[in-house]
């Protein structure tokens, strides 16, 4: 008995949280003229307003309130909402096993790096799910390091349903594998698949495609398709988020703050006051840095603190360049490959050993990290790096002159992401 009104006291406060949102929310918005992400915003909380107290008396009405809040969250970025989510998908699943909620559940887990818990939800969906589950099971191959089994994954739906979504996938491990092409084909395709009712779709995918060419340090054309992206969608924090970080490589700094102080007005995230933070030591503002690295630090450290584990890679980062702190560093680095063994997280770890002082182990773990063809530039110069402290200088040349070829503006600001 005490289990289930500690159970029903929860889920009251949860649903009073919800509803002081939807109040609250109207009000909180800027007074300015609406932009596509305030209408978005408006009618979500009007279909959850009409959803009511009662919605989880029915598997419909729950389904539709958990995936109405999923929507809100991702809009807001905020991980009390995200928490929100979870707590009214796992009280709708209680009561009805819905094969639509535990992909949701799954697809929050996934968000959240909990890639065991998000297989344990997909489980027992199995072929019901279709390509939704086969999509997010390539998801999580790829975040486990078993990328040619992503890869095949994607392959397969994209020959029996190329969806956007698919598509846009493919676009990304495409651009990984050096096929710039080839992904230029698939995003373009992925668009071509939506709706004018589907404009915050498109504004993403413009915004990868976009990022796509960031990254190579071809700015005009990245900034052709970040234009294109507030022109489908305004309003949108992820938008200003990549345009901030395209204005400070062009050394625009100014209005990249500017950008920056938008996008965390929408979605006040701990790794987007460390990107400001990075701009304004860019910009030789040490006392500003400081500020917004100790928000980014605090905003890491009490996201650990709830057990969640998105931020480690960040906080090895973080105390690998920011903060020099070499053995926190590792520590950081070593839990999140221990959770997601992949080329991305045995990078941060090599990078973390190297600011340790670890060089032979440093030496090996960039070594792995490089194998394949899914590279990036953050590893060429962590690697050139390392193979030059090594004193293998034929080796840090090699991959230096990778790097230059694949990205000339390196040096350039750039986000850690």
Same mark, same amino acid.
């Given at each position: 008995m005490a289990g289930r009104l500690h159970a029903r006291s929860a889920l009251i406060v949860v649903l009073v949280a919800v509803v002081t949102v939807l109040w609250l929310g109207p009000r909180l918005r800027s007074a300015a003229r609406p932009t596509d992400f305030d209408r978005e915003m408006a009618r979500i909380d009007d279909d959850l307003a009409a959803l009511g107290p009662h919605a989880l008396e029915s598997p419909d009405t729950a389904t539709r309130l958990a995936f109405r809040l999923y929507h809100r969250a991702t809009l807001t970025a905020r991980a009390d909402d995200f928490a929100t989510v979870q707590t009214i998908a796992d009280r709708a699943l209680d009561r009805w096993p819905i094969a639509d909620i535990r992909l949701l559940r799954a697809t929050v887990d996934l968000r959240f790096h909990r890639l065991e818990d998000a297989r344990r939800n997909l489980d027992p969906i199995g072929d019901a799910g279709g390509d939704d589950v086969q999509l997010l099971l390539a998801d999580i191959a790829l975040q486990s390091g078993a990328a040619a089994e992503a890869r095949r994954r994607v392959d397969a739906v994209v020959a029996r349903h190329p969806t956007w979504d698919a598509r846009s996938r493919l676009a990304w491990m495409l651009a990984r594998d050096g096929d710039i092409e080839g992904a230029d +084909?698939?995003?373009? #395709?992925?668009?071509?698949?939506?709706?004018?009712?589907?404009? !915050? =779709?498109?504004?993403?995918?413009? /915004?990868?495609?976009?990022?796509?060419?960031?990254? +190579?340090?071809?700015? #005009?054309?990245?900034?052709?398709?970040?234009?294109?992206?507030? !022109? =489908?969608?305004?309003?949108?924090? /992820?938008?200003d988020e990549y345009e901030a970080e395209l204005l400070g490589a062009v050394r625009d700094f100014d209005h990249a703050v500017a950008r920056y102080q938008d996008a965390i007005a929408r979605a006040p995230r701990p790794d987007l006051f460390q990107q400001l933070g990075d701009l304004y030591l860019a910009m030789g503002r040490p006392a500003q840095a400081r500020e917004w690295h100790d928000r980014a630090l605090s905003g890491y450290l009490a996201s650990v603190k709830r057990g969640e584990v998105q931020f480690l890679h960040h906080l090895a980062a973080f105390y690998s360049d920011v903060r020099p702190d070499g053995a926190e560093a590792v520590r950081w680095a070593q839990q999140d490959r221990q959770l997601r063994p992949n080329h991305v997280s045995e990078d941060t770890l090599a990078w973390a050993l190297y600011r340790n002082g670890q060089l032979a182990a440093a030496l090996e773990a960039s070594s792995r990290a490089l194998e394949g063809r899914d590279v990036d530039a953050h590893m060429l110069f962590h690697g050139a790096t390392i193979n030059d402290a090594a004193g293998r200088q034929d080796e840090a040349g090699r991959l230096r002159g990778r790097l230059l070829s694949m990205n000339p503006r390196y040096e350039d600001f750039h986000a850690h992401r």
């Open positions: +084909r698939q995003y373009a #395709e992925a668009e071509a698949d939506l709706t004018a009712k589907e404009m !915050r =779709a498109c504004a993403w995918v413009e /915004l990868q495609w976009g990022q796509m060419y960031f990254a +190579r340090g071809r700015y #005009e054309l990245a900034r052709g398709h970040y234009d294109r992206a507030r !022109r =489908a969608y305004s309003g949108y924090w /992820l938008h």
